[in-house]
């Protein structure tokens, strides 16, 4: 066990679930959502630099005896199970969708919306998709402005503006 592996243990693995975070303004993190010196964010280096991503996905980790229970977790079956767009291929989907994403995204390709997007429409659900030419990179709807929450207000009977 090496450095990255006792910090990411010790420091990114917490004892409940977290449902909403926001990486402090004070860890200056790059891209408002990526610091080394955050718990969540080693998480996700962690996951990256090992490669350990889709295992920890698919699998959860167990931070009494530190490991993900690795044993045949990563099959095609597993895979298709958790990718949404095999769900949607599947016929699984139907909730009113809106995709709002960056050309400039440094970390999910615009391209892998438009399929969503083209996989949404087959179905017939409601969907609706904005890709911006300019500017934000990823996760830049952390905070809730812009035209895609008026796509989702509308059906919660909410105005927005």
Same mark, same amino acid.
């Given at each position: 066990?090496?450095? &990255?592996?006792e910090e990411f243990w010790t420091h990114g693995i917490f004892n409940q679930h977290v449902t909403r975070y926001i990486v402090p303004k004070s860890? /200056?993190? &790059?891209?408002?959502?990526?610091? %080394?010196s955050d718990p969540r964010s080693k998480l996700l280096l962690y996951m990256n630099v090992r490669g350990r991503t889709l295992v920890i996905l698919l699998?959860?980790? /167990?931070?009494?005896? #530190?490991?993900?229970? *690795?044993?045949?977790?990563?099959t095609h079956q597993n895979i298709? @199970?958790?990718? %949404? &767009?095999?769900?949607?291929?599947?016929?699984?989907? *139907?909730?009113?969708?809106s995709i709002v994403h960056s #050309?400039?995204?440094d970390l999910i390709p615009w391209q892998q919306c438009a399929r969503t997007y083209e996989a949404? #429409? @087959? %179905?017939?659900? *409601?969907? *609706? &998709?904005?890709?911006?030419?300019k500017?934000? #990179?990823?996760?830049f709807d952390i905070q809730p402005q812009g035209k895609g929450y008026a796509f989702? @207000?509308?059906y919660v009977g909410m105005k927005w503006t």
């Open positions: 066990m090496d450095d &990255l592996d860890k /200056n993190a &790059l891209d408002g959502w990526l610091a %080394p699998c959860g980790l /167990n931070k009494q005896t #530190r490991s993900a229970s *690795e044993k045949g977790a990563v298709k @199970a958790a990718s %949404p &767009l095999a769900q949607i291929k599947a016929g699984g989907y *139907e909730t009113l969708t #050309r400039a995204d949404l #429409r @087959a %179905p017939k659900v *409601e969907v *609706e &998709l904005r890709i911006f030419i500017g934000a #990179r990823h996760l989702l @207000a509308k």
